[in-house]
């Protein structure tokens, strides 16, 4: 069965950095694009990065732009997300999904998900 397993998050200042990972497991990794969606408190699901099946294209939304960026090894099954300049309304729980922007909802397939916190 499909197992997505996030790490990486924590607390961290304003202006810094965290590297994400997720380790997949469950299906043929290579075959599908993968994503990162997360949800602030009070808020909804947002589509935060996808890349491509073979990690040729990445797409990021306006807000993360410059500041994130997405990775894959398929060798290892492994998918990541650096996220640099970190800012308060970054704060939120960070999950790893099967899928595109257009087909992660469709897939429905998600970890359980990694907290971020970024505060003084």
């Known amino acids: 069965e499909v197992q997505l397993v996030e790490s990486g998050g924590g607390l961290v200042q304003p202006g810094g950095s965290l590297r994400l990972s997720c380790a997949a497991s469950?299906?043929?990794?290579?075959?599908?694009?993968m994503s990162w969606v997360r949800q602030a408190p009070g808020k909804g699901l947002e589509w935060v990065s996808s890349?491509?099946?073979?990690?040729?294209?990445?797409y990021y939304a306006e807000s993360m732009k410059d500041r994130f960026t997405i990775s894959r090894d398929d060798a290892k099954s492994m998918l990541y997300l650096q996220m640099s300049s970190l800012k308060p309304e970054d704060t939120a729980v960070y999950h790893c999904?099967?899928?595109?922007?257009?087909?992660?909802?469709?897939?429905?397939?998600w970890g359980q998900g990694t907290q971020v916190t970024v505060s003084s």
């Open positions: 890349i491509t099946w073979n990690g040729d294209s990445t």
């Open positions: 999904a099967l899928g595109s922007e257009a087909t992660w909802t469709l897939l429905g397939s």
């Open positions: 469950g299906f043929t990794f290579d075959d599908y694009a």
